[in-house]
């Protein structure tokens, strides 16, 4: 692909820079001279697939991650990765994750810039987590870097999609060095505000090609908030049958409500642009039953519904979590991918060594902070009804969905199992 093939984006935010300048932790920058040009939403042909696509591997990933125990996953995080590492990928690679992301080519490439660019719009300093009270108006941080062992040099057309599309940084480093984990880890705190102080990448060495990483960070307080007075230790009860006291957060509020196949569903905005839907499932059924179609029918039951009153019971969170995806990317039909068949755009001998994703998640009376890190790891390889009051008690196991209002992209999604266990 030359230049003037790259998918044409929006307004210009930022400009690469266009010399080797010194990053420190061991690497320097080599970003690409194109400048940052995001989709907006009404130009991204595929859209709906890609959002689609997003929630079909978040429901995917935690029912076969979950088995029984607390976890916490970001489809956004997770799929902007794999589609930064789609621009690199040629052949049955290629093919996999254009199955994967929903959409192929620049159709592809357009959607993803504009969902980042749409969230993005709420970009703020990290570090706002760090502060006693969450910010009025909702924090979205998103950023992409691309770490590259000094000798290699990938194709340009894919260093330039990175800096059109996705607003990456790219930078070089000697694998083999002490510095180049620091680097990492420095990019990894700084762009989670410290919730994730280091990289999951294993001690870096002269195996690594590259590591693509990605960063999203949400701090955002609820539209209608919990009074504290109104948290109690209430029963739980575990996939076992045992009850343990959970503490749990109580108010009743008008708010999107519908139920789906016996399973209750609300949708909890934050005070712009955000909201949480928490889904209790019929008793009986596994948070991790929920699949991507229904959760496109909760989508289509919102559409136009008619706020409901609801008694609302809900246990507070705080949860981290971290998992080492490749078998995951195997499993769900990414197996060439995983061998390098073949990422020749970034390096011609070099396969998948780790999806690492690490992510936490925290819900109490006044809003939600969660954040996530993926990252990508090559390695050398050989070349190859009317409105009423309701009552909903999340006494029982419970899953989520933190969600773009406008485009239902999941940022966030977690199955819980026992809120009382990190």
């Given at each position: ?161 990175l800096a059109a599309a996705f607003d990456a940084g ?30 999951a990448v294993e001690t870096p060495n002269a195996d ?69 839907d928490v889904v209790l499932p019929a008793e009986g ?138």
């Open positions: 692909m030359h230049l003037d093939d790259l998918p044409r984006f929006g307004s210009v935010s930022l400009i690469g820079l266009l010399a080797l300048t010194s990053c420190g932790g061991g690497g320097e920058d080599h970003r690409s001279s194109v400048e940052y040009e995001p989709a907006s939403l009404n130009e991204a042909d595929a859209l709906t697939e890609v959002v689609n696509a997003s929630t079909r591997f978040g429901s995917e990933s935690l029912s076969e991650l979950a088995e029984g125990q607390n976890t916490v996953v970001s489809p956004a995080s997770i799929l902007v990765a794999l589609a930064m590492l789609a621009e690199g990928a040629r052949g049955p690679a290629a093919q996999e994750l254009d199955g994967l992301l929903g959409a192929a080519g620049s159709e592809r490439t357009e959607a993803f810039s504009a969902l980042q660019a749409a969230v993005l719009e709420y970009d703020g300093d990290p570090e706002v987590v760090q502060e006693d009270e969450l910010p009025e108006t909702p924090l979205l941080h998103l950023a992409n870097q691309l770490v590259l062992a000094e000798s290699t040099s990938p194709e340009q057309d894919f260093m330039d999609v790219v930078v070089t480093t000697d694998f083999g060095a002490a510095g180049s984990q620091r680097l990492l880890d420095d990019w990894v705190n700084e762009h989670t505000g410290g919730l994730i102080e280091e990289s690594l090609v590259f590591v693509l990483q990605n960063a999203i960070l949400l701090a955002a307080r609820w539209q209608s908030q919990f009074d504290p007075a109104d948290t109690s230790e209430r029963d739980f009860t575990t996939p076992d049958g045992a009850t343990v006291d959970a503490e749990t957060m109580h108010q009743t509020l008008e708010a999107e409500y519908t139920e789906h196949d016996d399973a209750q569903i609300i949708r909890l905005p934050y005070t712009e642009a955000f909201a949480m059924s596994a948070p991790t039953d929920f699949t991507d179609e229904d959760w496109a029918a909760v989508d289509a039951a919102f559409i136009g519904q008619e706020r409901a009153t609801v008694d609302l019971a809900l246990p507070t969170v705080d949860l981290r979590t971290g998992e080492d995806l490749v078998a995951l990317l195997r499993n769900l039909g990414g197996s060439e991918t995983v061998a390098g068949n073949d990422l020749s755009r970034i390096d011609p001998a070099v396969e998948i060594g780790q999806l690492a994703h690490q992510a936490v998640l925290t819900i109490d009376e006044e809003g939600t902070v969660a954040a996530a890190v993926t990252e990508i790891v090559g390695v050398t390889s050989a070349p190859a009804d009317p409105p009423k009051t309701v009552e909903m008690t999340v006494d029982r196991p419970f899953s989520l969905r933190i969600v773009h209002e406008e485009t239902s992209w999941p940022l966030f999604m977690a199955a819980i199992f026992d809120p009382t266990e990190d």
